[in-house]
């Protein structure tokens, strides 16, 4: 009988059928940015996810300038914003951000003008050549624009956050209700709902928010008051136009696990279970039986000898039971060579026992 591929094997499972053999893909960033023998991992059963762009966006009021450099054996890279209200400048190195784009009240305000009049436009271009690239190896989840743009991959709140300013300077101002930081969120939120309606014209059916949430960075009352009326006010459009959103929770959710079971999200990306997070996959099939679970082995799990390894692998693939699939989507593991290859082959001998 001709196998079913990687595909199919996924898509079954998101569906809700039984999973016969588990399906271990990686994100298409680690394939381009690690340089490792992928194939050899691919001609043993590794499959991949891609994410493509469902949107072009047009910024009439922001010209984006951006250099590279060596500083010593690390590559830095500067990226300046430029409006007509003044400029703003970030910089990393070897892909750590160092200096964030905002610092300043008064750069809220230079970063709302950068913002102001952006239109999104809804294109399938992206997404027939990831999907042309990939055949049956793998499948696209769509995203809202691309990375290194203007910050419509994750939620307001989190771009803010994470992208433009900082956890520490961040924590302080929204502790304070900055007015400038205030008068961003509303406009980014206003803008996001607009661009998940542009996405809607699109091909792409799941769609991923790159979240990157460990509720400690923000704490349960403020995702209840942000985060929680614009996940119903975007699960509401993507709903209405049968498509499905999946969003990037890759540390601790314990303290939230009752809210992300009344919303109405399609899938937990990059779940990892401690140390990292502190839910287990037993636990998140319990909590949130309908959602389809992402999961990503610990990394702890690298330095464990085979047995273990393989024990660990069998009982995450019964705790989950249904919906699920398992990825590398937060590091590759150091001692890939022997990991990786171990974890698929105990897929695929666990499922000539099913």
Known sequence: MESISIRNRLKYALDGYPVAKPVYVVYDWFVVNRKIDWQSLFDLGLGRINHASLIEIEHPHLKIEESVSDEGKHKRRDVRWITDLGELHECSVDGWKREHLIKTASDYKIMQRALADVRFIPTDRYF???????????????????FNDLGYLRTPFQVV?????????FSLDIAMEIPELMELLEMMEKQMLEAFKCITKTKAIHIKLWENLSIETMGPDLFRKYQVPLYNKITKILDDAGK??????????????????????EGIDSLTPSPEGDVTIAEAREQWPEKFLWIHPSLSWDILPDNEVIDHTLQMVRDADTRFCLQISEDVPP????TIPLILKTLNESSKKH
């Open 161 to 169: 956050q994470i992208d433009f300013v900082g956890l520490e300077k």
């Open 335 to 338: 001692n890939w060579q022997r």
């Open 128 to 146: 027939d050549e990831s999907e042309q690239a990939l055949g049956e190896s793998g499948m696209t989840l769509g995203q809202l624009g691309q």
């Open 244 to 265: 499905k959103l999946h969003v990037h929770y890759d540390g601790k959710l314990q303290l939230i696990a009752d809210d992300i079971k009344k919303l109405r999200f």
